[in-house]
């Protein structure tokens, strides 16, 4: 189990707390818009889906239980691999158009 800390008052960080902890960091850090944990975690799915992992080793990261909890989070980066796919094949074949 993980607990997270405010280091200015020594008491763990509620999910809301840390939410709100991780936004501020974002905007410190010049990130634009709302990054809550949320956000981060379909950001994480997605890129190593992208990056060509594997589900089993994103759930490992991500904690997700199933492949299907990440579908949601991942169905477009399918969508996006098959369109290039389908555009590369376009324009080897030619259209003619």
């Not at 200015?8 to 010049?30: I, M, Q, V």
């Not at 709302?34 to 956000?39: D, K, M, N, V, W």
């Not at 975690?41 to 994103?58: F, Y």
Request: net charge positive; aromatic share 6%; hydrophobic share 35%.
């Amino acid at each position: 189990m993980l607990f997270l800390v405010n280091p200015k008052t020594g008491a763990a960080l509620s999910s809301e707390g840390f939410g709100n902890w991780l936004r501020e960091a974002a905007k410190r850090a010049g990130i634009e818009g709302t990054r809550g944990p949320h956000g981060l975690r379909k950001a994480a799915c997605r890129i190593l889906v992208e990056l060509g992992s594997d589900g089993e080793t994103v759930r490992g990261i991500t904690g997700h239980a199933s492949e299907r909890e990440m579908i949601p989070y991942i169905k477009d980066v399918d969508q996006l691999k098959k369109a290039k796919q389908a555009m590369e094949v376009w324009e080897k074949n030619g259209t003619g158009m």
